[in-house]
C-alpha cells in the first residue's frame, strides 16, 4: 500500500518561501499522477496542483500560478511543491496525494481523483 508523508510546512513571513516535500513508500510513484492540495479552516479541499506520470505535464490553480511550482524525483519517490511570494491566504494545511492511472501525460487538480493521501502539513504565512 502506498504511504505518503509530507513535510516542509511552517510559519513564513509574506513575501517568503518554503518547499513541501511529499515523500511515498509502499510503491513506486511512477504510476501515480501526483496533485498538492490545501484545506483552510472553514473551507473546502482545493486544488493547488498536480504533475502527471511522467512530470512532463503540470497544473496550477489559478490563485497560485507564477508563484508556486511542483517537481518530482521518481528516483527518490518525492514530489516537491515550491512556493514563492507567499501570500497570508495561502495559509492552511498542504496535503499530498497519489492517483493510480493508466495516463503517463495528464493530471487532475480534482481531490476526487485521488486514492491516497498524506497526513498534511501546515502552512502559515503571516507577520
Known amino acids: 500500500q502506498l504511504q505518503l508523508v509530507e513535510s516542509g510546512g511552517g510559519l513564513v513571513q509574506p513575501g517568503g518561501s518554503l518547499r513541501l516535500s511529499c515523500a511515498a513508500s509502499g510503491l513506486t510513484l511512477d504510476y501515480y499522477a501526483i496533485g498538492w492540495f490545501r484545506q483552510a479552516p472553514g473551507k473546502e479541499r482545493e486544488g493547488v496542483s498536480c504533475?502527471?506520470?511522467?512530470?512532463?505535464?503540470?497544473n496550477y490553480a489559478d490563485s497560485v500560478k507564477g508563484r508556486f511550482t511542483i517537481s518530482r524525483d521518481n528516483a527518490k519517490n518525492t514530489v516537491y511543491l515550491q512556493m514563492n511570494s507567499l501570500k497570508p491566504e495561502d495559509t492552511a494545511i498542504y496535503y499530498c496525494a497519489a492517483q493510480m492511472t493508466p495516463w503517463v501525460h495528464t493530471c487532475s487538480t480534482s481531490p476526487r481523483h485521488y486514492d491516497y493521501w498524506g497526513q498534511g502539513t501546515q502552512v502559515t504565512v503571516s507577520s
Open positions: 504533475s502527471s506520470r511522467s512530470g512532463v505535464s503540470t
